[in-house]
């Protein structure tokens, strides 16, 4: 299996809603990426887990809350979300960390938000 | 810092002519770069890497780092090569190892 899989595909959730995105991996990868994509924009990196502890938080703000409950999962936790927070959300994965700067990034085809 | 840029959101070729998608880069170490592409439907992925000096579906980059770009060509476009392109820059920013895109370039072919 190599493939990086997003569920769900698409969301609509009002702001008060509570709601996860989830990624998984089964390539043994040990580093886990979320990536925000606005339209017309670049993948925007959010958080990076290394080794399922969190490495990397791009000053994302807390209504996001990323979870790594093991080495092939990942989830994102979504709370009290503006609308301007819709975006395609993107996860990723790549052997290592450490690796990345020679190494390829595998992307999901991402979950699409839409904040009502 | 690290940053991309691509200055053409948009290029449009004619099937058969040369392609050569630009991508400008600012990094203050020594950088590695990327190409990644989306085509249609599809999920972003990795074309080529610098570090490899390969060659993908007809696709080279060379990096010039006098001029920071790493720009990517092609001799004659393929109908099939219309997707969007991502050029990307893997630095150390901020204590890290971290990915950056650029905007991307949408490369239509045109038959």
């Known amino acids: 299996d190599t493939e990086v899989t997003q569920t769900p595909k698409h969301l609509v959730m009002g702001m008060t809603n509570k709601k996860s995105l989830k990624c998984e991996q089964h390539?043994?990868?040990?580093?886990m990426y979320w990536y925000k994509q606005k339209a017309k924009k670049p993948p925007e990196l959010m958080f990076v887990?290394?080794?399922?502890?969190?490495?990397i938080n791009e000053s994302v703000p807390s209504r996001f809350s990323p979870e790594c409950p093991n080495s092939s999962l990942l989830n994102l936790h979504l709370h009290a979300l503006q609308p301007e927070d819709s975006a395609l959300y993107l996860c990723?994965?790549?052997?290592?960390?450490?690796?990345?700067?020679?190494?390829?990034?595998?992307f999901g085809e991402g979950s699409r938000l839409t904040v009502l | 810092a690290q940053r991309v840029t691509q200055p053409e959101k948009l290029l449009s070729v004619f099937k058969g002519a040369p392609v050569e998608l630009k991508c400008n880069y600012s990094?203050?170490?020594?950088?590695?770069l990327f190409w990644y592409v989306q085509y249609s439907r599809q999920r972003l992925q990795l074309l080529l890497r610098?570090?490899s000096r390969e060659s993908i579906k007809g696709f080279t980059a060379d990096l010039n780092k006098g001029e920071t770009s790493f720009h990517l060509k092609k001799p004659f476009a393929q109908e099939e090569d219309s997707a969007m392109y991502y050029c990307?820059?893997?630095?150390?920013?901020?204590?890290?190892?971290?990915?950056?895109f650029g905007i991307g370039t949408k490369l239509q072919v045109i038959p």
């Open positions: 990723a994965s790549s052997q290592e960390l450490a690796i990345l700067r020679t190494g390829e990034l595998f």
């Open positions: 390539m043994g990868h040990r580093a």
């Open positions: 887990y290394s080794y399922e502890k969190l490495s």
């Open positions: 990094y203050s170490g020594s950088p590695e």
């Open positions: 610098h570090i």
């Open positions: 990307a820059l893997s630095g150390h920013s901020g204590g890290y190892q971290k990915v950056t």
